[in-house]
């Protein structure tokens, strides 16, 4: 059997990344919580549950060193700053290579639409939207959600979950 990877792991490498830093760390344990549900709905397979998992975990680790460097938590940094932190969390940690490249391909690209290339992807895509009209206060404008959710959201699960949660239906 594959070696699985372990959830609990990388909720502590979350949390050694931002330290004090909680409202980054509630982010990625949110965005982590709508991911289970949609792969749970999906039904994906192991592979994909490793990779989304670590992703919605990792996916915004880039910004620390983004906000360091370059003074700004702008996506293009985070893409670019990303990548190998992660790559070095999950090296240390012993991950199979492709597992590795595939997750820091995601966090490489959460931002950018035209990067979106499968289903662990797609799925992290939905669960960081989620949450992010949520904490970014875009729900207080109830007549631009229709489009941002049919626009962005394409598995059944996602799709009924962001339906039932910003347009109460
Ligand atoms: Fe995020």
Redesign the pocket.
Known sequence: MMRRINKEDYILELKEHFGSDERRIH??LK?LAVSEIIMNGEQVDDAICDVVTVAALL??VGIKVAEEKYNSSAGYYQELEGPPIVREIMFRRGEPQEIIDRVAYIVGG?HTVSKNDGLDFQIIWEA?LM??IEEDGLDRFPEKLPAIISKNFYTPTGRQLAARRYLKI
Do not use: I
């Open positions: 982010h990625a965005v996916h915004d959460h960081d949450v992010n």
